[in-house]
């Protein structure tokens, strides 16, 4: 599969906030992506959302490694991404992003913002969206969306988790899930442990 390009990148990296600077590195001589780029947020916390959300993604046949840029404190917001071969191969699971074993939890990044969960009312309805386009894909068991509480500063605000009756219902939610559009932003999909879903540890 051919290397992303630009706006392909750029279109990923912009469903995690507003970019201040981007650069993909490419050869002076040929002009051909070095498959490495650089990019700034606008806002500093998007960057851990971003590499939370995108590390270890499957992108074609080319897995991520998006990680915080060495640039010293000054730059605190700004990340680099970098494509590397995938060791495995699964024909027809391409667009799984996660190569880790399939869980019966599924963890969604980048649908909701801290902000849209404040409101009782808005969360309900999130909550509502959610059950009814999850529960397409297999049967679900529970569904955890943490919410922000002030002062405090709560694991997992921001991501949802969705727990299956099995690892393979799980596995049918994350292929139809991944890369899907949701209130105009990118959804991104990982397997998340069972026993640590139990625990709330997120």
Same mark, same amino acid.
């Given at each position: 599969m051919p290397t992303c390009n630009t706006r392909q990148v750029k279109e990923l990296l912009t469903s995690? !906030?507003? =970019?201040?600077a981007f650069n993909l590195v490419k050869d002076s001589a040929t002009s051909l992506s070095k498959g490495y780029a650089f990019c700034e947020y606008v806002e500093i916390s998007a960057?851990?959302?971003a590499v939370a959300g995108l590390n270890g993604m499957q992108l074609g046949d080319k897995k991520l490694i998006v990680q915080r840029a060495s640039v010293g404190a000054k730059n605190a917001n700004q990340a680099a991404i970098i494509e590397t071969p995938v060791m495995l191969q699964v024909p027809g699971l391409q667009r799984l992003q996660n190569s880790g074993i399939p869980t019966e939890v599924l963890c969604l990044l980048n649908m909701v913002m801290p902000e849209e969960l404040m409101d009782d009312e808005d969360y309900e309805e999130i909550l509502e969206d959610i059950k009814e386009e999850c529960c397409k894909y297999g049967s679900v +068991?529970? &569904?955890? &969306?943490? +919410?922000p509480i002030d002062g405090v500063e709560v694991p997992g605000c921001g991501k949802i988790f969705v727990e299956y009756v099995s690892?393979?219902?799980?596995q049918k939610a994350m292929q139809a =899930?991944? !890369? +899907?559009k949701f209130a105009n932003r990118v959804v991104v999909t990982k397997?998340?442990?069972s026993d640590m879903y139990h625990r709330h540890d997120f």
């Open positions: 995690f !906030g507003p =970019l201040k960057t851990d959302q +068991r529970s &569904i955890e &969306i943490p +919410r690892a393979a219902d799980c =899930l991944t !890369g +899907r397997y998340f442990d």
